[in-house]
């Protein structure tokens, strides 16, 4: 079984930067990160495989940057250019080698004007 936990969440102004991560404390296949805002389904924000594959969401593609620590089975974002719209409760989700889902508790990222 596979526990995470998230670190790194704050309030930032626009335009700044934040870096978050999620250590895993078993083996992962993939792990990547989701959102939600107050009132709003959760999203799709960034994945990374153990092989290195990527994959970004529309909205944050080109500013935000995911990658991985295999051997500490801990990951990372990389945020920059942060926007208003990008306050959001980030959760990190990772999926086992006998493809079972995780979810971690949660890291609250707030950005203002």
């Known amino acids: 079984q596979v526990q995470l936990v998230e670190s790194g969440g704050g309030l930032v102004q626009a335009g700044g930067s934040l870096r978050l991560s999620c250590a895993a404390s078993g083996s992962i296949r993939s792990i990547g990160w989701f959102r939600q805002a107050p009132g709003k389904p959760r999203e799709f924000v960034a994945r990374?495989?153990?092989?290195?594959?990527?994959d970004y969401s529309d909205s944050v593609r080109g500013r935000f940057t995911v990658s991985r620590d295999n051997a500490a089975n801990t990951m990372y974002l990389q945020m920059s250019s942060l926007k208003p719209e990008d306050t959001a409760v980030y959760y990190c989700?990772?999926?086992?080698?006998?493809?079972?889902?995780?979810w971690g508790q949660g890291t609250q990222v707030t950005v203002s004007t």
């Open positions: 990374i495989t153990s092989g290195g594959f990527t």
């Open positions: 989700h990772a999926i086992d080698l006998n493809a079972s889902y995780y």
